[in-house]
Nanobody
Framework: QVQLVESGGGLVQAGGSLRLSCAAS????????RNWYRQVPGNQRELVAT??????TYADAVKGRFTISRDNAKNTFYLQMNSLKPEDTAVYYC???????????WGQGTQVTVSS
C-alpha cells in the first residue's frame, strides 16, 4: 500500500512563504494527476492545484501565488506558497490519482496557519 507523507506546514505571517512536500513511499504507476487540496473546518475540501503530465491548473484564489511541481527521482511533489494570506489558513492534503484500478492516495494533512 502506498503512503503519502506530507511536510512543510506551519505558522507564517501574512505575506510570507511556505513549501509543502508530499513524498510517496514508493513509485506510483499510471499517475493521472497530482493534486493539492485544502480544508477549513466546517467546509468542503477545496481543490487548490493540479499537476498532470502536461499541465498545471490552480484555483482562482491562489493563481499567481502558488506553484505545484514535482521531483520524479524523489517520488515527491510540492506546493510552493508565496504571498500567503490569512484566508489561506487550512489543513492541506496531497492526493495522487492513478489509472491503475482507479486508485486514489491521500496524505495525512498538514496545517498551514497564516497570521495577519
Amino acid at each position: 500500500q502506498v503512503q503519502l507523507v506530507e511536510s512543510g506546514g506551519g505558522l507564517v505571517q501574512a505575506g510570507g512563504s511556505l513549501r509543502l512536500s508530499c513524498a510517496a513511499s514508493r513509485s506510483i504507476v499510471g499517475i493521472i494527476a497530482r493534486n493539492w487540496y485544502r480544508q477549513v473546518p466546517g467546509n468542503q475540501r477545496e481543490l487548490v492545484a493540479t499537476l498532470t503530465s502536461g499541465t498545471t491548473t490552480y484555483a482562482d484564489a491562489v493563481k499567481g501565488r502558488f506553484t505545484i511541481s514535482r521531483d520524479n527521482a524523489k517520488n515527491t511533489f510540492y506546493l510552493q506558497m508565496n504571498s500567503l494570506k490569512p484566508e489561506d489558513t487550512a489543513v492541506y492534503y496531497c492526493n495522487v490519482r492513478s489509472a491503475i484500478g482507479g486508485s486514489s492516495y491521500w496524505g495525512q494533512g498538514t496545517q498551514v496557519t497564516v497570521s495577519s
